[in-house]
């Protein structure tokens, strides 16, 4: 009987460039308080939003994705034929055929790539770096991009003060290669596939959520899943420089590290605060959370990051990177 030969991967990988963007036009609380019945001071208090970026009419999140994984790849120091698969997080299209990710691949000069889309909502990311690092350990990849791009503005109520307040449109991206030192843990994955009542598409067309349903699963069942990661990394909360959760709700995002910290976190862990001014945009908000955290000088490179997302599904998915 033959034999089949296996493919050899990388013994580790880790990020090598980051990379995000964001519509032009700038939404404050004030300008949704002339559409809707709602105040500054409610979404700030409630959400924690200042303000976040809605895309044009003509502006994709194609368009979007193209821009963050250039972006990506000229911060890794890479051409896109150093890069032969790219891995699209999207929940948000309106034309599931073509996917993303192969036209993606091709407006950023990746030819012949192996590409695909992801979708496991506001865990997309999450997922896709997982999927990517074991691709890279694997053989099956030399490098991945991943990135997370997202039109929320597509399939939301623009009236709908429970979900067009929190919403927003960016893409974030992260390319994926060898390492000497392990800079991509394990990813800690999973569902509650029975809740999936509490997130979904209400006549196919809108978002509808059970708001403080998820909140509560958000804020309770999300740090232990943050904890495992650590855990399969071999780390303690007392190791980790940087908490990057998904950009759900600022609340969430407190009450994650409050949780942590409790566990052992460090008072100075630096937590990601980007909603404030990008609103929740879904697969983009964790890449985007530590593009803009490191172009402010908040984190650096070689820091001990933790990521978690967490959306519709319900999915959730983390693990432990070392910032590039
Ligand atoms: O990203 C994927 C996963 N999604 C999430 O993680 C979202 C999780 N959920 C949340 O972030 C929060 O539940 C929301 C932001 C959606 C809502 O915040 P909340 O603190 O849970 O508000 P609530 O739904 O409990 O409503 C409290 C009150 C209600 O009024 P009454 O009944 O107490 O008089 C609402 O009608 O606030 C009212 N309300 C608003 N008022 C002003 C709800 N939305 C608004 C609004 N402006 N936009």
Redesign the pocket.
């Known amino acids: 009987m033959s034999t089949l030969r296996l493919a050899r991967g990388a013994q580790a990988t880790r990020i090598l460039g980051i990379g995000s963007t964001q519509p032009e036009q700038v939404v404050t609380n004030e300008d949704l308080s002339k559409v809707?019945?709602?105040?500054d001071q409610?979404?700030r208090e409630?959400?924690g939003i200042i303000e976040r970026r809605f895309a044009a009419k003509d502006e994709s999140a194609e368009d979007m994705a193209v821009v963050a994984g250039s972006k990506a790849l000229a911060d890794a120091g890479l051409s896109p034929s150093d890069v032969d698969t790219v891995i699209l997080a999207n929940c948000t299209s309106l034309t599931p055929i073509p996917n993303y990710a192969a036209p993606v691949a091709d407006r950023i000069g990746i030819k012949r790539a192996g590409a695909f889309d992801l979708n496991a909502?506001?865990a997309g990311f999450c997922y896709g770096l997982g999927v990517a690092s074991d691709l890279v350990r694997c053989g099956s990849s030399k490098r991945t991009l991943v990135i997370g791009s997202e039109k929320l503005t597509d399939v939301v109520d623009p009236v709908d003060?429970?979900?067009a307040?929190?919403f927003a449109d960016a893409a974030g991206a992260a390319v994926v290669g060898p390492a000497e030192e392990p800079g991509i843990g394990p990813v800690v994955w999973g569902t509650a596939g029975d809740l999936v009542d509490m997130?979904y598409m209400r006549d196919g067309k809108y978002i509808f959520?059970e708001?403080?349903s998820?909140?509560r699963w958000?804020t309770t069942q999300i740090a232990p899943i943050a904890l495992r990661a650590l855990e399969a990394a071999g780390l303690q909360p007392s190791d980790v420089d940087v908490l990057i959760p998904?950009q759900?709700?600022l609340?969430?995002v407190e009450a994650i590290a409050k949780r942590l910290r409790k566990q052992g976190a460090r008072d100075d862990m630096v937590v990601a605060d980007d909603i404030v001014y990008s609103g929740?945009t879904?697969s983009a908000s964790i890449p985007m959370a530590m593009d803009h955290m490191r172009a402010a000088g908040r984190i650096h490179s070689g820091d001990v990051t933790l990521l978690i997302g967490?959306?519709?599904g319900l999915s959730y998915a983390g693990q432990v990177v070392i910032c590039p």
């Open positions: 809707m019945d709602t105040t409610w979404i409630r959400v909502a506001c003060r429970s979900t307040i929190i997130i959520q708001g403080q998820v909140f958000a998904h759900a709700n609340r969430i929740n879904s967490f959306g519709a």
